[in-house]
Antibody
Framework: EVQLLESGGGLVQPGESLRLSCAASGFTFSTSMINWVRQAPGKGLDWVAGFTGGGDSLYYADSVKGRFTISRDISKNTMYLQMNSLRVEDTAIYFC???????WGQGTTVTVSS | DIQMTQSPSSLSASVGDRVTITCRAS??????LGWYQQKSGKAPKRLIF???SLQSGVPSRFSGSGSGTEFSLTISSLQPEDFATYYC?????????FGQGTKVEIK
């Protein structure tokens, strides 16, 4: 069974950094597509970043480009989202998803506030 | 970027009603579209992939159709557990984009 578990969220001040983790199981992590999606409080879903797996290509939304970076540790079956220079508008629940968002994690909450 | 225009933004319906939600893409996306259901405080759940394929375990009252720029999600007979918010997602081209969502409420 495909499972994803996000962690690493928390409360930070504007300009600070956080690293989110997405621990994966139940599929071949090294060749799989993983994407990050976020949802601001009371708002809709917003795609953030993606990794295409076998193709090793990375993509970012314009709103996070230059501030957020995807990486992965294949030995730990874990994808990371490094978030730097955080802004108040980055406050959201962050989800990771497998493939074409077939399976989602439960999400981790990031709050950016002074 | 491809814009996804979803309508309506909300609707009120009764148990047993037939409900249709539509998404329009600003350019052709073949059938690279999914539909998701989200209940309050929970992660979204995929209902439909490649526009019309039913996700395993999803009731057959849910169906999807369309190709190119026009897509729809239909619930043939609304059940109490179907009251939720629904989103479309195009994954044809990065950046992926979601529709704005449709909140289905009890009449």
């Amino acid at each position: 069974e495909v499972q994803l578990l996000e962690s690493g969220g928390g409360l930070v001040q504007p300009g600070e950094s956080l690293r989110l983790s997405c621990a994966a199981s139940g599929f071949t992590f090294s060749t799989s597509m993983i994407n990050w999606v976020r949802q601001a409080p009371g708002k809709g879903l917003d795609w953030v970043a993606g990794f295409t797996g076998g193709g090793d290509s990375l993509y970012y939304a314009d709103s996070v480009k230059g501030r957020f970076t995807i990486s992965r540790d294949i030995s730990k079956n874990t994808m990371y989202l490094q978030m730097n220079s955080l802004r108040v508008e980055d406050t959201a629940i962050y989800f990771c998803g497998h493939g074409w968002m077939a399976v989602w994690g439960q999400g981790t909450t990031v709050t950016v506030s002074s | 970027d491809i814009q996804m225009t979803q309508s309506p933004s909300s609707l009120s319906a009764s148990v047993g009603d037939r409900v249709t939600i539509t998404c329009r893409a600003s350019q052709g996306i073949r059938n690279d579209l999914g539909w998701y259901q989200q209940k309050s405080g929970k992660a979204p759940k995929r209902l439909i992939f490649v526009a019309s394929s039913l996700q395993s375990g999803v009731p057959s009252r849910f169906s999807g159709s369309g190709s190119g720029t026009e897509f729809s999600l239909t619930i043939s007979s609304l059940q109490p557990e179907d009251f939720a918010t629904y989103y479309c997602l195009q994954y044809s081209t990065y950046p992926w984009t979601f529709g704005q969502g449709t909140k289905v409420e009890i009449k």
